[in-house]
């Protein structure tokens, strides 16, 4: 898709219908999940995201199978999380081994920076999203304005990194060091309400990397971050997503992303 910090991006207002004041963030992620699932057509297998915005897009999968609208869906979950939802509410499920082309992916993120790239996986998923949304033909991001910022790392909140959890303070030092001219400060994520180390679907740890500063460039910073013994994947999607959603008071925005 060409280098991840200059690619063509078009936008387009698909609805700039004043929305009601009193709708929160959960209703402005509802929005732009709801959108997303309009490129699902029948017969697709579709990536299904993890987090409080992509649970909406799972939710109306279901309703269209159930409505007749959508038929042979097959669902390939991103986390153990999204697996759990998507048999209750009935979707066919697989994965990569049996279908390694997935026709589209739809996810949420964390942050979303003016090119499309993407920081992911504050939930803990960010492996297999980035495995699931990195084979698929389309990959549709679905945020509230929030999620928008100037620079990756810019909301001050974390940019993951799964890890092994053999010697992990040992591999949360050298990412710390990596970026020490951004003011990285690296800490090892702990279970809410304890000292235990918070462990991914895939029996990993994750070290969050909050920067005080932009740390350049996007793609010497990933192939540095992966350079690194200990390192499983980062949280950074960069030139994966195609289409972006985004939900915010004044309406919902389309943007795509070309070369």
Same mark, same amino acid.
């Given at each position: ?11 387009? /207002? ?9 709708l ?15 490129y ?5 297998v ?17 309703e ?15 986390? =153990?999380?999204?697996h ?17 082309v ?6 949420g993120?964390?942050e ?16 297999r999203e980035k495995? #699931? ?12 304005e929030s ?11 974390? /940019?993951? #990194?799964?890890? #092994? ?13 990596l ?5 990285c ?20 740890? #994750? ?7 932009d ?11 992966l350079r690194?013994?200990?390192? /499983?994947?980062?949280?950074?999607f960069?030139?994966?997503? =195609?289409?972006l959603i985004?939900?915010?008071k004044?309406?919902?925005? /389309? ?5």
């Open positions: 898709m060409g280098s991840a910090s200059n690619p063509l991006v078009t936008s387009s /207002v698909v609805d700039d219908s004043p929305l009601p004041s009193n929160n963030q959960d209703d402005l992620k509802k929005l732009a999940a709801y959108k997303a699932v309009e699902v057509k029948s017969g697709m579709v990536g299904l995201g993890t987090g409080s915005t992509a649970k909406h897009a799972v939710a109306r999968i279901s269209l199978l159930r409505q007749g609208k959508l038929r042979d869906i097959i669902g390939i979950p991103t986390s =153990t999380t999204t759990e939802q998507a048999v209750s509410l009935g979707i066919p499920l697989s994965d990569l081994d049996s279908h390694p997935v026709d589209l992916s739809i996810d993120a964390d979303v920076d003016p090119a499309l790239n993407l920081v992911k996986g504050r939930g803990g998923s960010l492996l495995m #699931v949304e990195g084979a698929s033909k389309k990959f549709v991001v679905i945020v509230d999620k928008l910022v100037k620079h990756l790392g810019g909301s001050g909140l974390a /940019v993951p #990194v799964e890890v #092994v959890p053999f010697c992990c303070d040992f591999t949360r030092g050298k990412l710390e060091e970026f020490r001219e951004a003011g400060k690296a800490k090892l994520r702990v279970k809410s309400g304890g000292e235990t180390a918070a462990v991914t679907d895939n029996g990993n740890f #994750v070290v969050d990397l909050y920067l005080e500063r740390m350049g460039d996007l793609e010497a910073a990933s192939e540095a971050i690194l013994p200990g390192v /499983v994947e980062h949280g950074m960069l030139g994966i997503a =195609t289409t985004v939900a915010g004044s309406g919902v925005t /389309v943007k795509d992303r070309f070369g």
